[in-house]
């Protein structure tokens, strides 16, 4: 491990270098930050890896996600960040050829545990994508979704879980006349924010944002961030970027996936600061993805 700086290569390529710094880190990965491991963790992955048929995306992951805490996962394009996530929440189920090894337990209960419900485990993650995927209902409607398939017939109940919602997601002002128009009318941005507010009406414990803001302009953007804010401490919040400065901004703990690998993982200001390992480094300040 060392904290010398990359310097460029003075022959071969960047793609040599970054190749000959991976296989030296991965000696050492991954390095969790010793504070990670007082923190209470909701998520445990347990040498978890897998693959989609033959290809293996997943080399035994080992982490634990705190509870209640804004943990981000950072890493260059193809590396795993999605197939993590949608593992934590079984999504994957849903995909053909998929395998696993390994575990995931939330609460220290597996989730393949054959006793446990999908369904259910997906209620306690919600989860957000990077295209927005409203229904094709009403504002409305959309928001009060999950509590419509948990069979709340109460319009009372309704309206205020709505309103309540769409104030979080900093979306309320911009569509409170509008709700009972269709959510397809709502600009990209909107019905992002829209998909964050139906999700925390499920009142799930864990919220999983796949580059939840790669589709926004910056004003969008900082809302969604104050948002995140005001969630952390209720809510267990996981999301995927690549944006580093939202990393830093928004995430109390960051992850450094690399080709399927978990690399680094401590407190977003000391990845960002003092990384321990020099590919951490070389990613984070954009010398290489
Ligand atoms: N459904 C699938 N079937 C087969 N291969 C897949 C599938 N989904 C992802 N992959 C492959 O798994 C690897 C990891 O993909 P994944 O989407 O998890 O990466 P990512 O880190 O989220 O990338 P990005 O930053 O581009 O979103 C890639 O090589 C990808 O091509
Ligand atoms: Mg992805």
């Not at 006793?115 to 993650?125: A, F, G």
């Not at 069979?151 to 979080?168: D, K, P, S, W, Y």
């Not at 829209?194 to 580059?211: F, M, N, S, T, Y």
Request: negative net charge.
């Amino acid at each position: 491990m060392s904290h010398a700086s990359t310097r460029p290569p003075e022959t071969g390529s960047w793609e040599a270098l970054q190749r000959e710094l991976f296989e030296e880190d991965l000696k050492h990965a991954p390095v969790i930050h010793p504070a990670v491991l007082k923190e209470s963790p909701i998520i445990e992955v347990d040498n978890f890896s897998l693959w989609y048929g033959t290809k293996q995306v997943l080399y035994n992951i080992t982490m634990a996600i705190p509870r209640g805490k804004v943990t981000a996962i950072i890493g260059p394009s193809g590396c795993g960040k999605s197939s993590l996530i949608r593992s934590f929440n079984r999504m994957n189920d849903l995909l053909d050829g998929v395998r696993y090894e390994g575990d995931i337990r939330v609460d220290g209960q597996s989730i393949f545990s054959p006793s446990q419900d999908v369904i259910e485990l997906r209620k306690r993650m919600g989860m957000v994508f990077q295209k927005p995927n409203p229904f094709p209902m009403s504002v409305f409607e959309n928001v009060v979704y999950p509590l419509r398939i948990d069979g709340v017939r109460n319009r009372a109940v309704m309206e205020q879980v709505c309103r309540r919602t769409l104030e979080a997601a900093a979306l309320w002002e911009e569509v409170y006349d509008r709700l009972h128009k269709s959510a397809l009318e709502l600009s990209g941005g909107q019905q992002q924010r829209l998909c964050i507010a139906r999700a925390i009406a499920g009142d799930p414990e864990v919220l999983l944002l796949d580059e939840p803001c790669s589709a926004l302009d910056p004003v969008a953007t900082a809302k969604i961030e104050d948002l995140f804010d005001s969630l952390a401490g209720r809510y267990t919040l996981v999301i995927v970027t690549h944006n580093m400065q939202q990393a830093s901004r928004v995430s109390d703990f960051t992850a450094l996936l690399y080709m399927g690998r978990l690399l680094e993982f401590g407190p977003t200001v000391e990845v960002f600061s003092r990384p321990k390992l020099r590919t951490t480094e070389a990613y984070i300040t954009g010398r290489f993805g």
